[in-house]
């Protein structure tokens, strides 16, 4: 596609509950990563894929986040048993050479947890 | 590890004025340089970026940042600033060698008033 895609673009649940969180990335781009931004705050690194290399999953909070991806498409973020800390704008970035190209953002999905 | 330092949340300017936004980093290896724009309401674009070279870069919509080894910075800079600036802008650094993860500051609210 043109774009990196996410859905849903927002998504309230109830606490306890668990979320999956979906990201398009460009076709082609074998890099795609995930990051968290809470409210008024910078971007935080949650886990990286490189192809078929074993993911960077050295960003995620705890046990209850996880990701996956299948070759070099679709990636889903899940979390389980959400808290209201969870809270926050969760961003899809895919890329094909970052350090010539950056990284191409998706418009991320808001999660409320209540 | 690599980390950045904003070190302004929030910067007002007058329309038409020279801007400049701070950015500090810290890393043991060399590195790569970013800034990234956050409109309202949109995700992040890539401004600009050092890899090598001319440690003056020249970005989108009349943006310069400098590259200065000796004081680990890399400092965005605008000449005279639009209403249409208005945005969150993010510094982020990533290790020129192996994983290419970007690490992000806390960014800074650039808001233009007339």
């Known amino acids: 596609g043109a774009g990196v895609s996410q859905s849903p673009s927002n998504k309230v649940t109830e606490k306890g509950k668990d979320v999956e969180l979906r990201c398009d990335p460009i076709s082609g781009h074998t890099a795609l990563y995930w990051y968290r931004q809470r409210l008024g705050q910078g971007l935080e690194f949650l886990i990286y894929?490189?192809?078929?290399?074993?993911?960077?999953k050295s960003g995620l909070p705890s046990d209850r986040f996880s990701a996956e991806r299948t070759g070099e498409s679709v990636s889903t973020l899940t979390i389980q048993r959400t808290q209201q800390e969870d809270s926050a704008v969760y961003l899809c970035?895919?890329?094909?050479?970052?350090?010539?190209?950056?990284?191409?953002f998706g418009s991320g999905t808001r999660l409320t947890v209540v | 590890a690599q980390s950045v330092t904003q070190l302004d949340s929030q910067v007002p300017v007058f329309e038409e004025a020279p801007v400049e936004l701070r950015c500090n980093y810290s890393s043991s290896v060399s590195v790569y340089l970013f800034w990234y724009v956050q409109y309202p309401n949109q995700g992040l674009q890539l401004l600009l970026k050092?890899?090598?070279?001319?440690?003056l870069v020249k970005g989108i919509n009349g943006f310069e940042a400098e590259f200065n080894k000796s004081q680990t910075s890399f400092h965005l800079r605008k000449p005279s600033v639009h209403i249409s600036d208005t945005a969150e802008y993010f510094c982020a650094v990533s290790k020129s060698q192996g994983a290419q993860k970007l690490v992000f500051g806390q960014g800074t609210r650039l808001t233009i008033n007339p």
């Open positions: 970035a895919s890329s094909s050479t970052p350090h010539l190209y950056g990284y191409t």
């Open positions: 050092y890899l090598s070279g001319s440690t």
């Open positions: 894929f490189q192809g078929n290399s074993a993911p960077d």
